[in-house]
C-alpha cells in the first residue's frame, strides 16, 4: 500500500515540470489572444471605421480560437496520450447532452454573433426593447448590456433581442421629440409659433434642429398646438424636453396675461 503511494507521489512529482510547462503555454497563448485584439484593432479600426461591430466580431472570434488552440497545446504537454482526436471524439459523444444542457447558451452565442455581424444597433445607439430603453454600452456574445436614463444597467440576452422587435432611436444619428401646449385662441397663433421656435432655438439650439409648430385643435377658446423638433444622437432626451418647457411656460403665462 504504502508502496503504491509512494509511487503515485513520485508520478505527480515527475509531471509537475510538464504541468507547470502546460501552464505556461497557455498563459503564453492567453496573451497572445490579447496581442491580436490589440493588433486588429490598431490595423482595422480606420477601414472598418462604420462597422465596428464586424470588429468586435473578429476580436472575439479570434481571441476565443487562439485560446482554444492554447488550451489544446497545453493538454497535449500535460498529458502526453492526449490528441485532439479524443477531444473531438468526446464532445461527438456528448454532443446530444451538451446540446440539450447549454442550448440557452449556444442561442444567445449564435444570436450575438448574428447581431454583431447584422448591425441592427450599435454601442452608443439608444434602442427600445420590450419595457427597457437605454444607451447600448456593450454587445458581448452572450448579452448586451443597456444603460438606462436614470443610470442602471441593464443585461438583456441576445436571443431576445434577436427574435424580438428592437427600436433604434438614434439609428440616423438624430431622433424626433414632440410636445403638446396650450394658448389662448385669441391670440395671433403665427406670433405664438415665430417667438417658442425662437425662444427654444436661443437656448437649445446646439443639441436640437428644424423646430416645427402645428395647430393639431382648435376650441371656442384654446387652440392646441404641438412642437416638434430633430434631436441629436449624443444628446440626452429627458434633459432637452426640459429645457424645451423651460422656453414655452415663459410664453405661456406672459401668453395669458395678454
Known amino acids: 500500500m504504502t508502496g503504491s503511494v509512494n509511487a503515485m507521489v513520485q ?16 498563459i503564453l497563448f492567453y496573451f497572445l489572444s490579447k496581442l491580436f485584439k490589440r493588433l486588429t484593432a490598431k490595423l482595422l479600426a480606420g477601414r472598418l471605421s462604420n462597422r465596428m461591430n464586424l470588429l468586435l466580431v473578429l476580436q472575439r472570434i479570434g481571441g476565443a480560437l487562439i485560446i482554444f488552440a492554447g488550451f489544446l497545446a497545453s493538454m497535449m504537454i500535460a498529458i502526453p496520450d ?16 451538451i446540446g440539450f444542457a447549454f442550448k440557452d447558451i449556444f442561442q444567445n452565442l449564435l444570436s450575438g454573433i448574428l447581431l454583431l ?36 444597467r441593464i443585461v438583456i440576452p441576445n436571443a431576445q ?24 385662441a ?11 421656435i425662437s425662444a427654444v432655438l436661443e437656448q437649445c ?16 377658446g ?16 429627458n434633459r432637452i424636453l426640459d429645457e424645451v418647457l423651460s422656453c414655452i411656460q415663459p410664453f405661456l403665462i406672459k401668453g395669458d396675461k395678454d
Do not use: C, M
Open 82 to 97: 492526449f490528441t485532439p482526436t479524443q477531444l473531438i471524439s468526446a464532445l461527438g459523444i456528448g454532443s446530444v447532452a
Open 222 to 237: 384654446s387652440a392646441t398646438l404641438e412642437l416638434r423638433w430633430w434631436s441629436q444622437g449624443h444628446a440626452d432626451n
Open 161 to 184: 433581442l434577436f427574435t424580438s422587435p428592437v427600436t433604434v432611436n438614434t439609428s440616423s444619428g438624430r431622433y424626433r421629440q414632440s410636445t403638446t401646449f396650450n394658448v389662448s
Open 186 to 196: 385669441q391670440l395671433d397663433i403665427d406670433a405664438v409659433k415665430n417667438r417658442v
Open 11 to 26: 508520478a505527480f512529482w515527475l509531471r509537475v515540470p510538464y504541468l507547470v510547462l502546460a501552464l505556461l503555454v497557455f
Open 117 to 152: 455581424l447584422s448591425e441592427p444597433f450599435r454601442i452608443g445607439d439608444r434602442i427600445v426593447s420590450g419595457s427597457f430603453e437605454g444607451t447600448v454600452e456593450n454587445i458581448e456574445i452572450r448579452a448586451t448590456t443597456l444603460r438606462t436614463y436614470d443610470g442602471r
Open 205 to 220: 439650439g446646439h443639441d436640437i434642429s428644424d423646430p416645427q409648430i402645428a395647430v393639431i385643435e382648435l376650441s371656442d
